[in-house]
């Protein structure tokens, strides 16, 4: 199973919105409503941001938001703040496995 | 507070086996779904495989290239999951986290280094 596709680096200035996207398969993105999407800081655990494609869990910022489309999902950053910068990665199910995206190193400028 | 804390890692040489813990305290383990997620160093996250639980069968699912070689289990009186690695290669080097899966990967430890080195 090969890894979701996701731009390796965003960069937005303060206060911008910036969208990530993850692109896979009929096989997993376009098959199941369940995307997620994480945020790791160097040398922490990833946190979990979005689920099932676009719920939020609580204690997460409104400014963070997720879609999909086809094969492709989406998670987008408004008013982007410096803490924001970090790695970002998608993961879908995909029957009775996970597969992750490549991961994105988003830049606050 | 769901806490999720790791255990177990360290240095191994090629061919050799390690077992990995996880201790869980805040939720109902027993309930729990768990999932094994390693990152190996500079690259991203990668699913190892899962151990359902027991009211649910109690099954585990692998990703392929741990298939054969590394077995997930889970002791719900202890509210500990464990996973087995044996014939370990040197690209097992990783981080390796325990998750709750519900079924994202709501809960995360600080996760435990393998390193698979002569």
């Known amino acids: 199973q090969s890894a979701l596709t996701q731009p390796a680096s965003v960069s937005g200035s303060p206060g911008q919105s910036i969208t990530i996207s993850c692109t896979g398969t009929?096989?997993?993105?376009?098959?199941?409503?369940?995307v997620s999407w994480y945020q790791q800081h160097p040398g922490k655990a990833p946190k979990l941001m979005i689920y099932?494609?676009?719920k939020r869990p609580s204690g997460v910022s409104n400014r963070f938001s997720g879609s999909k489309s086809g094969n492709t999902a989406s998670l987008t950053i408004s008013g982007l703040q410096a803490e924001d910068e970090a790695d970002y990665y998608c993961?879908?199910?995909?029957?009775?496995?996970?597969?992750f995206g490549t991961g994105t190193k988003v830049t606050v400028l | 507070e769901v806490q999720l804390v790791e255990s177990g890692g360290g240095l191994v040489k090629p061919g050799g086996s390690l077992r990995l813990s996880c201790a869980a305290s805040?939720?109902?383990?027993?309930?729990?779904?768990m999932s094994w997620v390693r990152q190996a160093p500079g690259k991203g996250l990668d699913w190892v495989g899962r151990?359902?639980?027991?009211?649910?069968?109690?099954?585990?699912d692998y990703a392929a290239p741990v298939k054969g070689r590394f077995t997930i289990s889970r002791d719900d009186s202890k509210n500990t999951l464990f996973l087995q690695m044996n014939s370990l290669k040197t690209e097992d080097t990783a981080v390796y986290y325990c998750?709750?899966?519900?079924?994202?990967?709501?809960?995360w430890g600080q996760g435990t280094l393998v390193t698979v080195s002569s």
């Open positions: 099932e494609g676009s």
């Open positions: 151990i359902k639980s027991k009211t649910d069968g109690g099954t585990t």
């Open positions: 998750t709750t899966e519900s079924p994202h990967f709501d809960y």
């Open positions: 805040g939720f109902t383990f027993s309930n729990a779904w």
């Open positions: 993961c879908s199910y995909a029957a009775t496995f996970y597969v």
């Open positions: 009929s096989s997993d993105v376009g098959n199941y409503n369940l």
